[in-house]
């Protein structure tokens, strides 16, 4: 019993059973409706990649993205000073050869400043939402396939958190866990996970039902291989385009919080500190620079993810599959 | 209207006219030529079928007469659309509109989707009313609930006041032409008016339809796959083939002698319900073609068995078959294809077992199966208020090798049934022996180790495979949980074995067609020799050129490796082909079983001789002699059976019973019972009695 049927299967059936065993030969293939010429082996990521790279906007995005995680990893050891060191016989300087972006209240550089700043933005920003995911996931998951009380208990917890109301939320779990960056991590972990679950429940719920579920079933697959190997590969895509376009709204609520004075050290060069600290320079001819540079940071960061996102969806959205 | 009347109109030659048409698509991909320079007409009074697998552009001409087809992307090359002598394409926009619905109105496949759910069922056909007519509100609403009465709607007055979502299937159909009829217009077109619909409502709706066409002298366009309707229904035959029409002619002159490979090969593929011994079917071999790359010359000439350079060469013209007959073909060999259609069809090989089917073992024995489904309310704590009685106590038994199918409409249990007895659903109560060994009693990890024995193919081939995997390994995936060697000549020999090229194995399915699609779920199935099969309703997504491919190549599965088959399927004429023995079911029971031809030719059962009754035959002359038995009404609700006999609210014996008669009905629940002595052939009805209903 353990030689596979198709032992019996050789060519020379094929005339016995007669017309029926069309092979498709070249010419069949050709002209087979769903076997477009070209995509042969090239399987379905080959597709997403080449709806990903003919998004003009997207690859702006991907470009913004690579140099900030480049400018994230080696920034410090390249950029001009140390994005710490006070001078302050050479403060409020305006951008020139020597300081790109002038010198802030301390007389720090503030190009290295944003550097560092950027570092601390991609590292929360990534951290934050890979801790979601993997919350968010495993929740939603269980909810969706489990069904029942377990939908019921996380559907509830989903809702206790969701009740806080974010930045509140996060200033109380900053204040109790302490200063610091990992407290941060852990508040923005804490308030953001909600989505992600509650997407995935939703998507999982209904794929639990999809005919290849049960064809799975009926090999003899159990559920963790049910969940692991079809349910999840393909509810992810939508929780995975939430996720990369919430990289940027994470970076926001980091530099919200530093700009009020809660989580990262008063003298670490965050964009919200540096923000917050250009404030009284905010109506003050030639003093822009000061609150524009971290801004701008900001602002280009969550574009660039944003645009990544958007990128993702449509080149993930099967509907848009064939069409162009 | 008066203003046009003054320049005398010739009388015109059709009612409707359409005139070389070409509607073309453009897309990444190049120009699809979805028509492609189509030409007919329809009279007064009269029925034109224009009949094509998908992708042929049989709605497309239609649709684009009713302004429905977007542009862009579409194009109109060329082409006139004459309604009474007009040219409708070249009036203004808003003259066209409202031509559109008054003149020419459409009746869609899916009534859900065309009913607008937010309003009224009576508001919407009010509404349609009082576009095209100057009447007042009230006045449109009370003609509404007429027409809703005229389409047989029982009581219409309610009916009108409520939601689609609370009308069935039928009844939404119903509605639909209501809507369509609502200012008597002089041409329907009725695209796969009954294709989402059971049997027993399909004939329904065409009886209706064909009631008002006397009626009111309308002009219909059917456009179908479905031949059969068509030899029921129509007068005219126009058939299609990638954009174009390959043959036109009279319903007797297409289904006789057709004179085009095409169509000679979609009569040769069919399955036929009223043949005593099945012939094997003919597919066409291969697919329709991508509409974006037509082949040069005749578009079927990759598929036929006749080409030759001629047909490679150039594209053939529509000619008449004898100077000036109206049947005309665009073939270059419609002598050869004469000859190939009068030639008797090889029959069936017939399975040579040692010893015949009914002496043999019974593989599978399933002893009184229930499947409820509970009906449960409240978010936390969940109350059970009621059960869904899916399936509701069904005993058979598959000999070894053989081929037994369930059949019955939608929601009558049959693929519930299956699933638990493969225990993909967990049965309620009763057993299930497959091999003398006890299913019901395993544990989940015995049951997942016994899975290799019972093995399962799935309806929908676009569904049934995971969109993420590539086919070497969906079907690796089997051999891995189930314990089996893949070598490296695994997979190619599977793929062989159900007619694949093995260089498929690396892609993924959406590169495939549905027909190739199902072979890929169907080797999932055969993988690692399972005893036991079950079939749900494998071919009922696929044209009939394809359809007959798979059929084929699961009759040749079964007689290689002695697979037992239990065949779940709503189509009537592939049961009569691939069955050895047939269960009819309703409303979660077994209401007749017998052998496959005594079943067809001798049913017992009103509700079997409903059915059977109900199934068109693609053949004209046996169609014009054919009575119909045209059930009322729905499938009742199986959470609320009625009591008694199940099926007494819609039983048309039933009516004819005298009411001590009925009273026994409606008391007392009948048993599967021996039919006239044979135990073979049991039905479960008190009055149950023979009564022709094939010719």
Redesign the interface.
Known sequence: MTTPTSAGGSPADADATGSAMVLPGPDAAAGGTAVPLGSRGSGQFADIRRRFVRNRLAMVGLAIVTVLIVLAIIGPYVTPYNAFEQNLANTLQPPSADHWFGTDVLGRDLFSGIVYGCRLAILVGLLTVAFSLLIGLTLGAVAGFKGGAWDGIIARFIDVFLAFPPLVGAIVIVRAVGGGVTPVIVALVALGWMTTARLTRGQVLALREAEYVEAARSIGADNRRIVMRHVLPNAIAPVLVYAFTNIGVVIVAMASLSYLGIGVPPDVPEWGRLISQATPFLRVEGKAHLWLAPALAIAITTLGFAFVADGMRDSLDPKLRGGN | MARHDKAAVPQPAHLLEVQDLRVHFQ???GVVKAVDGVSWHVDAGETLAIVGES?SGKSVSAMTLLGLVPSPPATFPSGRVLLEGRSLLDMPEQQQRRLRGKDIAMIFQDPLTALNPVFRVGEQIAEMIRVHQDVGKMAAKKRAVELLDEVGIPDPRLRATQYPHEFSGGMRQRAMIAMALANDPKVLIADEPTTALDVTVQAQIMSLLEKLQAERDTAIVLITHDLGLVAAHADRIMVMYAGRVVEEGANDEIFTAPRHAYTHGLLSSLTRMDHARPE????I??????LA?V?RGCAFH?RCPFATDACRAEVPLLVPTIPGSAHRHACVHPDEVAVAHDRPREPAPVVTADTPVDERAPMLEVHDLVKHFPIKVG??V?RTVGEVKAVDGVTLDITEGSTLSLVGESGCGKSTAA?AI?R?HEPTSGTVELGGRDVTGLS?SQL??A??DM??V???PY????????VRQILS???E??????TA?????????????PEYA???P?????G?RQRV?IA?A????PKFVVLDEPVSALDVSIQ???L??LE?LQQ??GLTYLFIAHDLSVVRHISDRVAVMYLGGIVEIADRDALFERPHHPYTQALISAVPIPDPAVERSRERIVLTGDVPNPANPPSGCRFRTRCWKHLQLSDDDKRRCIEEPPTLQPASGDDRHQVSCHFAGEREVLR
């Open positions: 897309t990444g991909g992708g094997k079917l003919e597919p071999p291969g697919q329709p073609p991508n790359r082949p990759p978010t936390f969940k699933r493969l993909l989940q997942r180790a899975r290799r093995q399962i799935f309806q929908d569904a049934s495979l995971n969109p993420r995997m590539t995936e089997k051999y949980l189930l314990g089996g060697q893949v000549s695994t997979i190619p020999d599977l793929l062989e074995t159900v007619g694949l090229a690396d892609r993924y959406h590169e495939f067609s549905g190739q779920g999932r055969i993988a690692l020799n007959a491919q798979v084929n190549l040749d290689e490796f």
